[in-house]
């Protein structure tokens, strides 16, 4: 092997001509490519080029703030954005928003296989992830604006069963985050809260012909790493950039943290337990949903609460947490560290972890609940002035044994107390949850039940079921008023159980449930 080229961030920066395609690790704001993105950012500035890129990423990267993936958000830098989640990149969601650049969503776990497609110079992903969605070519192909023409999606059937083609996309340019690299260029990543893509898209970007552009902590000897813990063999890399302390933290605004990645454990005993509010009783309810040695899948917001209400009734060893991020078991992060989860037990590729759950593997997942249309339909993705994006969304919802969605029932104001094991709404909150149609179908309701999945639709003061003629009231919380806190707050009049029943009391009592 020859010894790699180390550069610097601004040399990496001038590789990037008009034109390429570009793509960029991480995951949310954690091992982002910082020093390789922020040059980029400012060789634009400075020059008006590179321009008319293209860029591809899986999870959305940076954090709302100028970070990660607002490094590409200015007009004309960029031309073309396919990503998997985008609202950590909000001046890139302007962009797309206002017709400036084309752009496309994709399911993260769908981007993720496609780097392997493409490393391995396939056609594309062929896969049933997203039929009866917005990705499916019927209802968009991903596409978010209107300047996006061409399909990047197509609709196939392979022996009588529909599937989704997704485009493999040559990749020019890709930029890393690793932790340390030797002499050959040889990068662990032993210090990130997992190898995310790395190894698919190095291979994807020099299979493709392009540049493998590694940033790095530090250059050890040749020879002085482990084999096991390298994730990019130098013979895929083309430079190495070592960047500062800010731009190698392990999570952005985060100092690194060794729970993070199996270098040691931390007591965990002493999972604080939640105020009795909305948000618990959401989660309560939830939990009772949990049955022994479950793999789970939580969603950001509500569902995290799930974690504190398991620990606290004693349940937690009775599921084992997963994040899409690589990690099986420990405890899930949020905010900067989101992706992360301390004490893991193993943490795989991003990709590899997508196999498990887009093959079934989740018995079952909760994610949050916002717009929902009486058929099932589901949005999380795009809400008038805001692009959130799917990101692993579609890929665990329609393929998980059963889903719960988890929020409240309105929006934007509500107040709740609990009093003598009853609900009470002290203020209604102004946005309605239940609407006549989703403005984007981020769940096919359809599809659930061609495929015959248990879906529930659980809020603090109703759970709802699918079944074949719609989203059907299964359940109420004692003290509420049917007709003026459930039908009258609804935009659509939902089918009606014969055997409507009352939630369960205990979710209402400040103590205990005995769930275990």
Known sequence: MKKVKVITAQEAAMLVEDGMTVSTGGFVSCACPEALS???????LETGHPKNLTLLFAAGQGHRDGTGGDHYGYEGMVRRVIGGHWDRAAKLGELALDNKIEAYNLPQGVITHLYRDIAAHNLGTLTHVGLYTFADPRNGGGKLNN??????????????????????????????????????????????????????????????????IVQVEKIVQ???????????????????????????????????????????RIPIDAIPPVPLNARKIVARRAAMELTENAIVNLGTGMPEVIANV??????????????????IAGVPMGGTQFGAAANSMCILDHNVQFDFYQGGGLDIAFLGLAETAYNGDLNVSKFGTRLAGAGGFIDITQNAKKVCYCGTFTAKGL?????????????????????????????????????????????????????????????????????????????????????????????FCDEIMGLK
């Open 38 to 44: 922020k040059a980029l950012e400012t060789r634009f």
């Open 147 to 212: 300047v996006t023409k061409e399909d990047l999606v197509q609709l196939i059937n392979i022996d009588g069963q529909e599937r989704l083609l997704y485009k493999a996309i040559p990749i020019d340019i890709v930029f890393l985050r690793a932790s340390y690299a030797d002499e050959y260029g040889n990068c662990t990543v032993h210090r990130e809260i997992g190898p995310l893509d790395s190894t698919a898209m190095a291979q994807a970007c020099k299979n493709s012909g392009g540049k493998v």
């Open 415 to 507: 107040e709740t107390i609990c009093q003598d094991g009853k609900l009470k709404i002290i203020k209604e909150g102004t946005k309605k949850k239940f609407v006549k149609e989703v403005e984007h179908v981020t769940f096919s309701g359809h599809y659930a039940n061609l495929v015959g999945q248990p879906v529930l639709y659980i809020t603090e003061r109703a759970v709802f079921e699918l079944r074949p003629e719609g989203v059907t009231l299964i359940e109420i919380a004692p003290g509420i008023d049917l007709k003026t806190q459930v039908l009258d707050q609804m935009d659509f009049l939902p089918q009606i159980a014969d055997n409507l029943r009352l939630m369960d009391k205990r979710i």
């Open 310 to 327: 398991a620990a606290e009734e004693g349940i937690s060893d009775y599921m084992t947490l997963t994040v899409e991020a690589g990690s």
């Open 222 to 264: 040749a020879g002085s790493l482990d084999p096991k813990l390298v994730k990019i063999p130098g013979i895929y890399v083309d430079s190495i950039v070592v960047g500062n302390d800010e731009d190698n933290m392990q999570c952005l605004g985060a100092p690194y943290d060794g729970a993070l990645t199996g270098e040691f």
